[in-house]
């Protein structure tokens, strides 16, 4: 094939996060991805809001000027471990509540993400037995990248529209009218995309 990677070829971090988006976004969502070259990016990943992820199309007719910097729920919690901060963090991790944004919780989460002890610290250091799909962290991360300017998408308000989609019946967010609604999976997938 001719765009392949040949042996001992590294790819640069534009082409290391385009593979792993690809991987991760084209698999999980049944969308169809066309990429190239798009030489505006500095180094970030492409953003758009939920509907415009929709129907993402990477070409010169059709250029995106926003890019996003934002911070994988790893790298925020591993910010919280460092004693000499190189990243500020826009609120406190310790003293604000993962229910203090996200307060509509299923059952599923009702004992843990939806509880008034459970920090964004506890919510970054949880595993799959506190955070089932690790849904609470990708939210958590996007709403961070948002508040510290490393992301101008998704804004708090369509985070909180997507959470409360995704904890009632039937458990799915759709992202534009008479578009396929997304579920969990399909929804971290997006939120991925906003970071590198």
């Not at 964004?120 to 250091?125: A, D, K, Q, Y």
């Not at 799915?172 to 929804?187: E, F, L, R, S």
């Amino acid at each position: 094939m001719v765009n392949q990677q040949q042996p001992g070829e590294q790819l640069d971090a534009k082409g290391a996060a385009r593979r792993r988006f690809t991987r991760a976004g084209a698999a999980a969502s049944g969308v169809l991805l066309t990429l190239h070259s798009q030489p505006g990016l500095a180094g970030g990943v492409a953003c758009t809001t939920p509907s415009g992820f929709q129907s993402i199309e990477f070409g010169s007719h059709n250029p995106r000027n926003t890019t996003c910097l934002g911070r994988s729920p790893g790298g925020w919690k591993s910010n919280l471990n460092k004693a000499n901060n190189k990243l500020i963090w826009p609120v406190n991790p310790d003293n604000t509540m993962f229910k203090q944004w996200f307060s509509n919780c299923s059952s599923t989460y009702a004992g843990t993400l939806g509880q008034d002890t459970t920090s964004l610290r506890t919510v970054l250091n949880s595993g799959p037995s506190f955070d089932p799909q690790q849904l609470g962290k990708h939210f958590v991360a996007a709403y961070l990248n948002f508040l510290s300017g490393r992301s101008p998408v998704p804004k708090p308000e369509t985070l909180v529209a997507m959470w409360n989609a995704l904890n009632k019946y039937p458990y799915t967010y759709t992202p534009t009218a008479g578009a396929k609604p997304w579920d969990a999976d399909q929804v971290k997938v997006y939120l991925t995309s906003t970071w590198v």
